[in-house]
T-cell receptor, first 115, second 109 residues
Framework: NAGVMQNPRHLVRRRGQEARLRCSPMKGHSHVYWYRQLPEEGLKFMVY????????ESGMPKERFSAEFPKEGPSILRIQQVVRGDSAAYFC?????????????FGDGTRLSIL | AQRVTQPEKLLSVFKGAPVELKCNYS??????LFWYVQYSRQRLQLLLRHISRESIKGFTADLNKGETSFHLKKPFAQEEDSAMYYCALFSGSARQLTFGSGTQLTVLP
């Protein structure tokens, strides 16, 4: 089992461009979580998805950010019209189901840099 | 709203010395707490969780509801313990992990 796979590992965008971050959960996991880590800070929850459904997006900015987890393929975190403040590390985690007995497994993250 | 506080950003101890990484939480419900560790150039991984009451790599953590703390302890630190440690709280209602800001532990030879 390759674990949670995120790509790209590093992404550079200019202000105003779009950024697409991908996350393939562990095999057998149907729950995906996205977290953002700003410099010098801890991970902050953004969104929780199951296949084809957004369950909780309370941590995601209302504008420019969107997430999906289609029936086939990876989960995508999309940031439109990026700004300097979007520079951060974005981590994806997955679990087989919800619950404390099912710890979340993390990917290596995508480091997004905005020029 | 839930909150996790790790008051120490950096912590250095000598090899063989005891180490304690502090974690305090704020949560109105029944907390489920975890410690995650990130070694250099590796991904974040689960170290231990309070419901298991286990010891991993010599580390233990006890949930103290009276003090709302979940401090991570190890009696004799090793150089390979040097890493970033995050305390996290699982909110069953919100179904998300709330992380502290992390403590960078350095174990000196």
């Amino acid at each position: 089992n390759a674990g949670v796979m995120q790509n790209p590992r590093h992404l550079v965008r200019r202000r105003g461009q779009e950024a697409r971050l991908r996350c393939s959960p562990m095999k057998g996991h149907s729950h995906v979580y996205w977290y953002r880590q700003l410099p010098e800070e801890g991970l902050k929850f953004m969104v929780y998805l199951q296949k084809e459904n957004i369950i909780d997006e309370s941590g995601m900015p209302k504008e420019r950010f969107s997430a999906e987890f289609p029936k086939e393929g990876p989960s995508i975190l999309r940031i439109q019209q990026v700004v300097r403040g979007d520079s951060a590390a974005y981590f994806c985690a997955s679990s087989p189901q919800v619950g404390v007995a099912q710890p979340q497994h993390f990917g290596d993250g995508t480091r997004l840099s905005i020029l | 709203a839930q909150r996790v506080t790790q008051p120490e950003k950096l912590l250095s101890v000598f090899k063989g010395a005891p180490v304690e990484l502090k974690c305090n939480y704020s949560y109105s419900g029944s907390p489920e707490l975890f410690w995650y560790v990130q070694y250099s150039r590796q991904r974040l991984q689960l170290l231990l969780r309070h419901i298991s009451r286990e010891s991993i790599k010599g580390f233990t953590a006890d949930l103290n509801k009276g003090e709302t703390s979940f401090h991570l302890k190890k009696p004799f630190a090793q150089e390979e313990d040097s890493a970033m440690y995050y305390c996290a709280l699982f909110s069953g209602s919100a179904r998300q992990l709330t992380f502290g800001s992390g403590t960078q532990l350095t174990v000196l030879p």
